[in-house]
């Protein structure tokens, strides 16, 4: 059985919630009982909601009554909220209480759970203190928890999106954090543990979810795998016929200056590296919370500035080399070609700077994940930009 229950919990922490829900629904109730409640609150409330309700029932009886409280509890708070993440609070009491009755009730609350803190409520479940174990151990043993306690504690709401909890508690570094709902009682703890944890996944995840690929792991079978990843290739594949169409416009451009067609993926290169630049600091920005309200107007502004000087030195380096390409060809449009690729690069990188920021802003104001196939929409924007610029400049400048 220990085999049998260190195998499953390693196949767990490589999986997927779902996939990891399909590992446990064969084993014992009191099993998957045992594990679940080695995992964090959040990754064990997704997993036992994909449990068949007769299975999960069963698993719930096997648990501690106090624990599936929580995640009755848990289940009516939002993704992505700290609410999804709590444990149950064992260490709670009145303020009345004195010091040597509290000292009592925490002998038997240890033989159930780690104590860390106590918390100290009112008779509407308020959160009035915090008593540490430090404080308990000198304060005389009849003075009541109000007289010792520290009062008006620093708490999370459990409404709360799991990156603004991030950031309220970067400079705390608690064990444990209080939760209270919107009147202020106490609905449970979060360890700063599974804050760092589930911050450190999102981060992680980002790439990922810019790709359409986030709900993926290493062990989820191909057929999850094509579901997951298809229907965005197809979208992409969208987007591709969108830039073939600009390409398409100028194709009588193309036949008369076939050179063109050698600097296209240059141009298309530069201008998506400068769009992927401005994205990942503006993503990076987005989840270390340093673009407040107010400051994105900079930040184009400052991207933009960025694209026009890197695609001004990018351009005088290919506006060489397109003059020395043509040059040797015997083209008598050089000089114009030159520019047509200077001017096509600067432009097609101010607007890869402005997209690479104005992306994932948009996403944000509208409520979506700002990574969420970012690179996808900026890819289109970059060769629709950098191809449209380069032949229209070509066909204006030299053919017409």
């Known amino acids: 059985m220990s085999q049998r229950r260190a195998w499953l919990r390693m196949a767990i922490a490589q999986r997927d919630d779902r996939e990891a829900a399909k590992v446990l629904r064969g084993e014992a109730p009191e099993l998957t ?146 939760v209270c709902d919107g009147d202020g009682r106490l609905v449970g703890l979060v360890r700063g543990q599974v804050l760092f944890e589930e911050q450190n996944f999102e981060i992680s995840a980002q790439p990922a979810s810019m790709v359409g690929v986030e709900e993926e792991r290493l062990t989820t079978p191909w057929q999850r795998c094509l579901k997951l990843r298809h229907p965005w290739l197809q979208f992409n594949l969208l987007t591709a016929f969108l830039a073939a169409a600009v390409v398409g416009v100028f194709q009588e451009t193309l036949n008369q200056l076939v050179i063109l067609a050698l600097f296209l993926p240059v141009l298309a290169g530069q201008s998506g590296n400068t769009g992927c630049q401005a994205l990942a600091v503006t993503l990076r920005g987005l989840t270390l919370g340093e673009v407040r309200p107010g400051r994105e107007r900079a930040l184009v502004a400052k991207e933009a500035w960025l694209g026009l000087l890197n695609g001004l030195l990018v351009g005088l380096v290919s506006a060489v080399g397109m003059y020395v390409t043509a040059a040797s060809q015997h083209n008598p449009a050089a000089p114009w070609l030159a520019v047509a690729i200077l001017l096509a690069m600067v432009g097609s990188c101010v607007v890869s700077g402005i997209s690479g920021a104005m992306i994932p802003l948009t996403l944000k104001r509208l409520g979506a994940d700002p990574a969420t196939a970012s690179s996808i929409f900026l890819t289109t924007a970059t060769d629709v930009a950098s191809m449209g610029l380069f032949l229209g400049l070509a066909t204006v400048l030299i053919l017409w």
Do not use: C
């Open 33 to 178: 009982s045992a594990l679940l409640l080695e995992l964090h609150p959040g990754r064990s409330t997704a997993i036992l909601d994909l449990f068949p309700d007769d299975y999960a029932e069963r698993v719930r009886a096997e648990s501690p009554p106090i624990q599936v409280r929580q995640w009755t509890r848990n289940r009516t708070y939002s993704e992505g909220s700290v609410g999804r993440f709590m444990d149950p609070v064992y260490a709670v009491f009145p303020p009345q209480l004195t010091v040597g009755e509290t000292i009592e009730h925490l002998r038997e609350l240890i033989k159930q759970a780690f104590i860390t803190y106590g918390f100290i409520v009112d008779e509407a479940g308020r959160l009035r203190g915090v008593i540490t174990m430090r404080d308990l151990l000198f304060a005389d043993h009849g003075r009541t928890l109000e007289a010792v306690m520290i009062p008006s504690p620093f708490s999370l709401d459990a409404r709360m999106p799991l990156a603004e909890a991030m950031k309220a508690v970067l400079s705390r570094h608690y064990p444990v954090y209080p």
